[in-house]
């Protein structure tokens, strides 16, 4: 991901400076090669799709084909063109400087109603800011899609002038508003508005769409930089801030945020009550959530409730009971758990993610409900993230494995204390293959697989990858063993989240303080950061992993690779008695890696195991697949009932893309995403339609 915050451009301003080719109206400018789109690639103003104009298409050319599309009846303007070049340039409206450091917020307060039959939010956001320059005369803020009303300064009332950009692509609008003449630099400003019912941080779901199918639901996604459509704000994670709130529902309706509810809801008119939130730690703005929906819980420890409709919640109780062990295990790892409250919030189908670390509230995706608890260490992920993302954070998204890298290292730690060792291995090991995976997935020496990317311009969902999670803990887990293991790097560990908590830090950040840490290590004075940092691809030293708990699922999967499908089979049942939920999906995994297996093995492999039942997502993920790439046609329903059924991207995306390129598959894909696609959230149904080659 990278730092693409309109109110926080890179870190070299004057890179932002954009020479602009003008062709009768026609705005062509430079787009990033990181995506991999060609010269003959252009975006349309009022999409972030691309269109094929003309094969060999180049900036000299394009008077004439604008002209010739125009005539076609093509009225849209052209924002961006491919070209080869190492980095980007962003259109002529992205010519800000870094305006942070002038003025800041540092606390929100939120008013807020929530409508579902207009699906929006409306009121007020108050926004203390802090004027850091003593002659600061502008805020600039973030905003994508709001209707601003009114904007004020609360302290004496009086109205405010502002401005409101022109949008760039998906990035949204530059907010500048002009402060007042006072001596005071701190101040508070009021802003009245209502968000579009296209927010793309928001999920507006039909009583149909949930699981009781009689009331609506509601609830939020704001990483990376979405924020900035449910409130205007700074909307960069090198600012934090606290946050109150105050939201309006529907009475038969229960509000959820990350943050500790102050009090009892209030009633206002007997259809309608208040709830009401306070974050006193602070935090970046795509940690701020909402969730509001037909919802119950049950406590599960002594700091920890489980929420969700009523239908999931027996459910999720059961699967998430080893919170507190993993929270008191995480503790023992990383310091104090400072944010007092841990609950989870079961989501929908459509959560288009695992879970989400919004503190004090997890929400996760209802794909974990296995019902034997073998998917629970999603919620160790996501409570790692309590230090290493939630009060450590990376400042820009081009440092993104700080937040992740760090975030699996630890969890990885926590399941090795909680279930041993072998067991942490084992799960770097899958991590790895995932990781090959998401590689091979992109072209050869893509950037956006170097571990700190060079990203100005890229929509953080673009560059979203396994990369900064999987290649992060590698070297995480290679710097710990080159200083001499757990015994020595845990302390480190302990006080680097000490050190910089509350704090937005980079990468030279973390490995300065890493050579003042350790001052005479030889290994590390002659460690290669240049190549582990900047070079695409996959890391350049993989650990020696203890491989015990794979090494029957390597046996397993090469058995199968080697039958040649005659005679008696050498298979049966049993061969998976003695493997964990986690064995069985590495043994499918492994099975992926090889060349397709024939349908005869595939329909083998399901009559002895059964796989085609199993109720864990994971290996019913990489089953479908497998039977995908074997070409069994009887499994192209089942695939697509999966991708519908829920919105998971790690889930979804892969099949996609796998039907595709299926040729006897492809037109069923598309015909059931075009019918299904209003149920997945914003980021994954525009990732989705650029899967299938559609626009969005």
Known sequence: MVDEQLSSIGNDPEEMFLPRTVFSGIYVTLFPTCLTMNRTTVFTRKSTRPVQLHNGATPKGMDRLVRERAREGLKYKIEHIGCNKRWPYWSEQARLKDRTDDVAVNHMHLSLEVDFERNTLSGFVDLTVDRKLKNATTLILDSRDEKILQISDQITGISLDYSVDEP??????????????????????????????????????????????????????????????????????????????????????????????????????????IYKFEQKVQMPTYLIALAVGALDFRKIGPRSNVWSEKEYVEKAAYEFADT????????EICGPYVWGIYDLLVLPPSFPYGGMENPCLTFVTPTLLAGDRSLADVVVHEITHSWTGNLVTNRTFEHFWLNEGFTMFVERKILGRMFGDKYRHFSAIGGLKDLKEGIDARKKDDPTTCLVPNLKGVHPDDAFSTCPYE??????????????????????????????????????????????????????????????????????????????????????????????????????????????????????????????????????????????????????????????????????????????????????????????????????????????????????????????????
């Open 324 to 331: 507190e062990k993993m929270l008191q295990t995480a503790e």
């Open 471 to 696: 290649k992060g803990h590698t070297i995480l887990f290679h710097l710990e063993t080159l200083l001499g293991g757990s015994e020595v790097f845990d302390p480190f560990l302990k006080d680097y989240l000490d050190h910089f908590k509350h704090r937005s830090i980079v990468t030279n950040d973390f490995i300065k303080y890493l050579n003042e840490y350790f001052p005479d290590n030889k290994d590390l004075k002659s460690f290669d950061w240049e190549l582990w940092l900047n070079t695409p691809g996959m890391p350049p030293v993989i650990p020696t992993y203890d491989t015990t708990l794979a090494d029957d699922c390597i046996k397993l999967s090469k058995k199968w690779v080697s039958w040649d499908g005659q005679g008696d089979c050498p298979f049966q049942t049993s061969d998976l008695s003695s493997f964990t939920a986690q064995q069985v999906k590495e043994f499918v995994a492994l099975l992926l890696h090889e060349a397709p297996l024939s349908q005869h093995k595939l329909k083998t492999m399901d009559k002895e195991y059964d796989l085609s039942s199993k109720t864990n997502a994971e290996i019913r993920f990489r089953w479908l697949r497998l039977c995908i790439k074997g070409k069994w046609e009887e499994k192209i329903v089942d695939s697509l009932d999966f991708v519908s059924e829920q919105g998971r991207m790690k889930y979804v995306r892969p099949i996609y893309r796998d039907l595709y390129a299926w040729e006897a598959a492809r037109e069923q894909a598309i015909a059931r995403f075009e019918k299904t696609k209003s149920n997945f959230m914003y980021v994954a149904r525009s990732l989705l339609a650029r899967d299938l080659n559609l626009r969005e």
């Open 168 to 273: 760039i692509l998906s990035f949204g609008s530059k907010l500048s508003i002009s402060l007042p003449k006072v001596n005071d630099d701190s101040l508070v400003i009021r802003i009245k508005y209502e968000t579009s019912p296209l927010a793309e941080s928001l999920q507006w779901l039909k009583p149909e769409q949930t699981c009781g199918k009689k009331l609506p639901y509601l609830f939020s996604q704001c990483q990376p930089i979405h924020c900035r459509s449910m409130v205007p704000c700074q909307d960069t994670p090198s600012v934090k801030v606290t946050y109150t709130a105050e939201i309006t529902v529907p009475s038969n309706l229960v509000a959820l945020m990350s943050a500790i509810k102050a009090g009892e809801p209030t009633p206002i008119d007997g259809s309608r009550s």
